[in-house]
DNA sequence: AAAATAACTTGATCCGTATCAAGAACTTCT
DNA sequence: AGAAGTTCTTGATACGGATCAAGTTATTTT
């Protein structure tokens, strides 16, 4: 998108106050001289184009990043030359939090469309957290919440059915556009078919014949990239293996 | 809970500095100095007997855990009554870092054995940390690696085999064991075959044939919860997935 | 605008693992 | 020690989702 005016971006100055996102990657906690200072350390560069990658497994890391517009997939490599698709982030969120282990970075990160981010070098924020208890305890929190999604993500790939992954998968999209102020109903979803397979441990046919299906039984419109989720509640009742369950014995 | 003998335990001065396992929860960094304040706010409780629930999904959380001997696992309850066992945990390690994010445990830990384990408690290890560099250095490599171990799991859940999934269990108890003065090769495991399946994303039955046929090709010899691991290299290979790739194509 | 390529859909078939079932080995209780 | 309950193993069968194959619709390149 922004592919011109590139200069202008160096110029901006971040001031995460006035930013819609700070709720999200900032979230409660720190007070506006907090913010100040926070705000002082955080660089934005220009911008990344699909395909562009925010960084590569193996590269030394030195900053954490919020997506600030667009998109970003995260993934790792494995063995065999495949890869495993470990998240879908949007703006507000922030990436990176597994590279803080050693050093080097663990996965990879590519822009899924035209993205713009915010970088913090983690050895000024650490500094900074070392002074400032409240960002301290904000990153704690931060952490910790990332190790909670990644246990949720292991109990949709361990216990669910396709179904009940794509499922949990249109709510989580939903949910988070919802937050970020869109339709909680109606949107784009900027990654392939392959990428939600790979994401919920599922081939690309069956993600397709998925869609196909819930579009049939009129849960969801489809075209596409664009979906429009037609009825949220049975939504939620697939997620939680609605028909899997013997009936109205809602739990035992 | 702290029946008998609970004064004696009480008294046991806790002393990181001497203690194996140190190198295990403190990972290199702190000095003795560090090691001495930290000490000082660590509490040694009671063991707990098999069964025995460290904390439940819900219960307030004050404190991290460090396990010292025995074991345990980790599970969130599933919405139909289920169970998604999230880890099982060996003395050195550390568990409750997932809530961290609410002051709320969002999963349960229960002892597989007779298990002893330290107290951290958490506000008095937050504000250690903020005047003490180093730890919290410690601390967001902890946080940090525990969010690259679940997404390793992700890989295993998402896309590998049940034989590779087995061999990759093996192989970590083996590697573990191995850090911590025990044998590599030969070691008993303290959790059942259901609660192995459970944790592989794999029905007990499965568990059980891949044992029969890991035995019968000789890669190892197990009798109940006793394991010999005899050819580790072999295991190796198959957690890469050996057979289901191309025959020496190792990577592209 | 046409050609080439990539992404998606749909159908047919196959396979790995779940599920069902029953017996064996072990553990706990009385 | 015997009974009762678990846990584990093994076999038979079923099924969800993978894989193979081919066609369709977008997107990119020329």
Redesign the pocket.
């Known amino acids: 998108m922004t592919s011109r005016k590139v200069v202008s971006f160096e110029n901006i100055k971040v001031a995460c106050k006035n930013c819609s996102l700070s709720t999200l990657c900032l979230p409660m906690g720190l007070t506006p001289e907090d913010v100040e200072r926070l705000d002082s350390i955080i660089k934005r560069g220009r911008p990344y184009h ?1 395909g562009d990658h925010l960084y590569r497994g193996g590269d030394k890391f030195h900053s954490l990043r919020v997506i600030t517009s667009g998109s970003v997939k995260t993934y790792s490599p494995n063995e065999d030359g495949g890869e495993q698709v470990l998240g879908f982030h949007l703006p507000g969120e922030l990436i990176g939090l597994d590279a803080i282990q050693d050093d080097n970075h663990t996965c990879s990160a590519i822009a899924l469309e035209t993205t713009a981010v915010c970088e913090i070098p983690f050895s000024q924020l650490e500094s900074l957290s070392s002074i400032m208890p409240s960002l301290q305890h904000q990153m704690y929190r931060l952490l910790s919440r990332e190790i909670g999604q990644d246990t949720e993500m292991l109990t949709l790939l361990g216990k ?6 794509l499922a949990t998968f249109l709510l989580s999209f939903s949910e988070r556009f919802k937050q970020r102020g869109f339709s909680a109903s109606d949107f784009f ?1 900027s ?7 790979n994401y ?13 299906r819930f ?1 049939d039984e009129k849960l969801l419109h ?4 664009h979906v429009q989720l037609l009825d949220i509640p049975r939504l939620y009742d697939i997620v939680q293996g609605a028909d ?1 369950a013997k009936p109205s014995q809602s739990r035992i």
């Open positions: 699909r669910k059915s396709a179904e009940e992954r979803l990654m392939s078919r392959h990428e939600i397979g919920l441990g599922l081939a690309v046919e069956t993600v397709s014949r998925l869609f196909t579009q489809v075209e596409r990239k899997r």
